[in-house]
């Protein structure tokens, strides 16, 4: 991917969250630290970065427009007029798989009882904005695995129509979700097998992004 001005980047970041009732919801543990630390350093380079990001405690990094979201719906629905004019999508959020069938619009109480819950696939917002890219366009995203994570990336890589994927293995203490550091193993579709880490997710922001905007 090469431009003469800086290259327009837009990033997904953090969780989502998918809403049982009001006050419950499912998610998981993202932080949200690696998805900022690629913003932050790539608006340190000079690209435009815009960043939407799921439900995080984390300051809005310098230089860059944050896009405030929910759900995986919001998320998309967020990154869809975005999508086009960017130069390099890169989705580094946890999105939920999976999202209750049925809102509850009020409280559900606990009645003692077993409660059981229905839920359905949420929109694969990889998938959606990979398959409407253009010629220049580069797509990257984020395999976090406990298991297989090569294969798993490399699964992931064909079938979403990526160019690069950043695998990492989360059951790893110390690295990954809701951790100062990570290792990732960075895989591109023209056969690129990189490694780095374990590191500050800062200098693994770097690193990605010395490869992916080269």
Request: net charge neutral.
């Amino acid at each position: 991917m090469k431009t003469s001005t800086p290259p327009r980047i837009l990033l997904t970041a953090g969780p989502t969250r998918e809403h049982i009732d009001p006050v419950r919801f499912l998610s998981n543990g993202s932080s949200g630290r690696m998805g900022y630390a690629l913003a932050g350093e790539a608006a340190a380079r000079g690209c435009a970065v815009e960043l939407v990001s799921g439900p995080v405690s984390l300051p809005a990094p310098e230089g860059v427009t944050v896009h405030r979201v929910v759900s995986a719906a919001d998320m998309l629905a967020a990154c869809e007029p975005l999508f086009g004019a960017c130069d390099v999508f890169i989705a580094v959020a946890a999105v939920s798989d999976y999202r209750p069938r049925v809102f509850a619009p009020e409280k559900m109480k606990k009645n003692g009882g077993v409660l059981t819950l229905e839920f359905e696939p949420t929109v694969d917002i990889l998938k959606t904005l990979a398959a409407r890219k253009h010629p220049g366009q580069t797509v990257v995203g984020f395999a976090a695995e406990t298991r297989d994570v090569e294969a798993y990336a490399r699964r992931k890589l064909e079938t979403k129509n990526l160019d690069w994927i950043v695998a990492n293995d989360v059951s790893r203490p110390g690295i990954g979700m809701d951790a100062a550091d990570n290792a990732v193993l960075l895989l591109s579709r023209a056969g690129a097998r990189l490694a780095f880490g374990p590191a500050p997710k800062q200098a693994v922001a770097g690193f990605i992004l010395d490869h992916v905007l080269c």
